[in-house]
C-alpha cells in the first residue's frame, strides 16, 4: 500500500465508428463535441472530484482540487491519515504519511514537469495546434473485438500519448510515455461509466491505471476553490 500511495498519480485531469476516410482533425471536433462542446471545454476553470479505491482490502478516498492551467491537488486518506501532492506551474510538493513523511517534500523536477502538462482542464486535444500539439489519426482498431478509433498525440515537449476512442468518440483508454524511476514506461489508464453532469459535461466516473481502479461518486463543475488549497500544510 505504501508504494502505491506514494506513486499515485495525479489526475487530470480526458462516438460512431466511421471510415479511416475522416481526418484527425475531424475526430478530434466529434470527440469535443462528445465531452460538452467547445464552449463549455473553455468555460471549465476549476474542479472538484471526489472518489474512492480499494488498495490491498483498505479503502482510500480520494479528492481532487484543479484550477485550469494553475495548480492542482490530490488529498488520499486512509486509515485514519491523509496525504497529498500538489502541482502548480512553477512548483510541487508531496507529502505521505504513509511513507514516512513528517512534512511536505520537494516534487522531483521529472516528476513535476510531467504533472504540470496535466493542468490543463480542457486536455490536450482541444486547441492542440495552438498549444504546439500534433495529432495523426492512426486508423481503427479492434481490441477484444471491439473497434476504437486510434489517435497519436505528440506533445510540444516530445512526450507521446495514444488515445483510444469507441464509437460515441470518447475517450476509452489513453497509453502515455512516462518517467517513472528514471525509465521510460509506458503507462495505460482506462476510462469508462461516462456520465452527464446538470451543467452538461461528460465525465468518466470511473479510471483504472495499474492496479489502481478509481471510481468517482462526485463531481463539482467551477466551484470556487480557496488558493490556500494549493499550498502545502493545507
Not at 464509437?167 to 521510460?184: A, I, R
Amino acid at each position: 500500500m505504501k508504494k502505491n500511495l506514494l506513486a499515485l498519480p495525479l489526475l487530470f485531469l480526458s462516438f460512431s465508428i466511421c471510415s479511416i476516410a475522416q481526418t484527425a482533425d475531424e475526430i478530434v471536433a466529434k470527440h469535443i463535441e462528445a465531452r460538452g462542446g467547445l464552449e463549455k471545454i473553455r468555460a471549465l476553470q476549476t474542479l472538484i472530484m471526489e472518489g474512492s479505491m480499494n488498495q490491498g482490502g483498505t479503502d482510500v478516498l480520494l479528492k481532487y482540487y484543479y484550477s485550469n492551467n494553475k495548480a492542482a491537488k490530490t488529498e488520499f486518506s486512509a486509515v485514519g491519515q491523509t496525504g497529498y501532492n500538489i502541482v502548480t506551474t512553477s512548483e510541487g510538493w508531496m507529502f505521505n504519511p504513509f511513507m514516512g513523511h513528517t512534512a511536505a517534500e520537494p516534487i522531483p523536477d521529472v516528476q513535476l514537469k510531467e504533472a504540470q502538462s496535466q493542468l490543463d482542464l480542457a486536455g490536450p486535444l482541444v486547441d492542440y495546434k495552438t498549444k504546439g500539439h500534433t495529432v495523426e489519426y492512426l486508423g481503427k482498431q479492434s481490441i477484444q473485438g471491439v473497434d476504437y478509433f486510434k489517435l497519436k498525440l505528440t506533445r510540444a515537449n516530445g512526450k507521446i500519448s495514444t488515445y483510444y476512442l469507441d464509437k460515441n468518440y470518447l475517450t476509452s483508454q489513453v497509453v502515455t510515455t512516462q518517467t517513472v524511476d528514471g525509465n521510460e514506461q509506458e503507462v495505460t489508464t482506462e476510462y469508462a461509466d461516462y456520465r452527464k453532469t446538470p451543467e452538461g459535461y461528460i465525465f468518466a466516473f470511473k479510471r483504472i491505471s495499474g492496479n489502481n481502479e478509481i471510481v468517482f461518486e462526485k463531481i463539482e463543475i467551477n466551484p470556487k476553490i480557496d488558493e490556500s488549497v494549493f499550498k502545502p500544510g493545507n
